[in-house]
T-cell receptor, first 112, second 112 residues
């Protein structure tokens, strides 16, 4: 009963923007969209999260559709170090919320 | 900020031996998580502590697994006796307010 659907893999040329899509058509009103990534042989790393507005930080931008049924993570200028598995997760936030269910994610390969 | 610290990074042991994995969460964080990652099952939550108290241990595979958090700066995950199917990478994560979890580098366990 996966809550999110992501492509298995994607390629991106170095220096280009990487756009990683995620479908979450059954998202509830109190659930946020989180993105994590896992570089080979490392622990997962938090990237960004949002509820309904678009968000941007030093790592990435998160675009959430108006109906909240899908989102896109954007890495504006991908580098070789961005090669990783990217996980899109929906989960409530705030007191008492802790579940992060990691699916299979999208394996992003940044190509020189 | 040293992040979440796990030890050892690698552990090789023989079937039947006791294994103890250690975790030091980020100072000030009041939630701690133990995860297990395998190729077959992906990243799974084993147990969640809040303020040093186990809140959700539904992911602990069986009685051979136990976890403790004697104080806010230390937690252990013990497997006794260990079996080859326990071979995996074990991650510890911690979080403060909100649901952003910060992961350690993991312990790669091999049970021969």
């Amino acid at each position: 009963d996966a809550k999110t659907t992501q492509p298995t893999s994607m390629d991106c040329a170095e220096g280009r923007a990487a756009n990683l899509p995620c479908n979450h058509s059954t998202i509830s009103g109190n659930e946020y969209v989180y993105w994590y990534r896992q570089i080979h042989s490392q622990g997962p790393q938090y990237i960004i999260h949002g509820l309904k507005n678009n968000e941007t930080n030093e790592m990435a931008s998160l675009i959430i559709t108006e109906d909240r049924k899908s989102s896109t993570l954007i890495l504006p200028h991908a580098t070789l170090r961005d090669t990783a598995v990217y996980y899109c997760i929906v989960s409530p936030s705030g007191a008492g919320s802790y579940q992060l269910t990691f699916g299979k994610g999208t394996k992003l390969s940044v190509i020189p | 900020d040293a992040g979440v610290i796990q030890s050892p990074r690698h552990e090789v042991t023989e079937m039947g031996q006791e294994v103890t994995l250690r975790c030091k969460p980020i100072s000030g964080h009041n939630s701690l998580f133990w995860y297990r990652q395998t190729m077959m099952r992906g990243l799974e939550l084993l147990i969640y502590f809040n303020n040093n108290v186990p809140i959700d241990d539904s992911g602990m595979p069986e009685d051979r697994f136990s976890a403790k958090m004697p104080n806010a700066s230390f937690s252990t995950l013990k497997i006794q006796p260990s079996e080859p199917r326990d071979s995996a990478v074990y991650f510890c994560a911690s979080s403060g307010l909100g649901n952003i979890q910060y992961f350690g580098a993991g312990t790669r366990l091999s049970v021969l």
